[in-house]
């Protein structure tokens, strides 16, 4: 097994094995994880429901523009095994989408009329996340590499910065404006110190190949933008509809807390968005073992070996339910005790709607793993049709319970928004016959989806 700095006979740093991937991505989601909860811990427990209210609402409307932004880039670069594009392609691309996703953020603060401290707090929100993006161009290249020890210490780094950086200015200041200022330059702190010198020691590996020097300068002109027009148009036009897909997909998850704020008021959503930390910490968790299959799912399915694509991600599928059951055992019997720990009374009053939630959650990590494998055999163009129907679904479900059931509704549509992806993802994996081409089986599974009378030959034709 190699060490964490073994190096292969071409000089690259060699590549972990998957359990040991596993192992550090698993620890680094599980922290990363623990942070996100304890920082919406500390303010339930310090704060009014108003502020807390006020937390999410930064997260509610910045997490889909930036999610839009991030054009899933780190999913395309891991995948990308035939190296077509550069990491300075990818690092070009990023640092473009992030300069215009804060000035919508800005816009839809604005515009939304959440001035002062909503908007401050909305701007905040988004310079931290557009951090967090451009981290995740790092990370595309670092699970390219299959070393995601570095992806694990990164996690660790800037959740525990981020969260120290929040929880200090609400303990020293009791300002939340203030709290996510210190947050979001505690998250820049991380990337510079470790993200950055973790990339120029990976960015020697092409000077060994090409027998050049491996000196300071040129790891680093291994690491800037590259402005190519015809290269980042092409990676443009994979990502923006995969870009659109992860909005979409945040989308899906945000409508219910759009629908309470606009039906409870800034309090009950910061109710609700406390009672779905458990559903982002164990997406987060299981994240862990998408991150660590990813790439083999890709191998897998360039060499042709379908079966052995199945089968992989078969385990996967076991392990999240596995994992999300669980979640749902503990919430139903210990979750009035454990809402009552981890926040107050008040919260515990609606253990019910967190067991729903936990059953949202194992629908929605299900779902993760299958776009992980759709992206991984290449099924790029269905996403975004596929993504806006479940979004559709996930509209008029909350447009139709929310009202009436109020959070429970709210919760119960989460899981409705994740069926038909599941579904239809399920579908495609099982048609898959043979090696398909990225185009072709895009094009077939677009046919099919708008064409259902068309199944039989098109699709199994192109599978």
Known sequence: MPTLDSRTTDGRPAPLSVRSNF??????????AFCQWGVLVVLA????QETVGLYVLGITVTSPIFLFAGLQLRRLQATDANKEFQFGHYLGLQLAACVVAML??????WFSGDHDAALAVILLVGFSKAVETLSNTFYGLF?????????????????????AGLCGGIVLLDDIVWACAWSAIARLAAVLLYDVPSLLWLAGDDSRLDRRPSTFGHRLSACRPVWERGPLWRLAMLGVPLGATGMLVSLNTNFPRYFVEQFGGKAEL???GALCAPLYAMHT?????ESSASAQLARLHASGDVRGFRRLLGRLMATHTAVALAGVIVAGLFGRPLLTLLFNADYAE???VFVAITWATLVATSTGVMMTALIAARFIQIQLPLIATTSLASLAACWWLVPRFGMHGAAWSLAISKLPYLAVGLWMIVRMKSPISAHSASAAAISAFKNPESIGSPLKGAA
């Open 23 to 32: 192992v550090w991505s698993l620890v680094g989601n599980v922290l990363y």
């Open 45 to 48: 427990k310090m704060c009014s």
């Open 104 to 109: 919508a953020c800005w816009g839809a603060g």
């Open 143 to 163: 699970q390219q590499r299959e070393r995601l020890d570095r992806i694990s210490k990164s996690m660790v780094l800037q959740s525990v910065l981020s969260a």
């Open 270 to 272: 910061g109710i609700f």
């Open 285 to 289: 968790l299981t994240k862990s073992l």
């Open 350 to 352: 609606h253990a019910d």
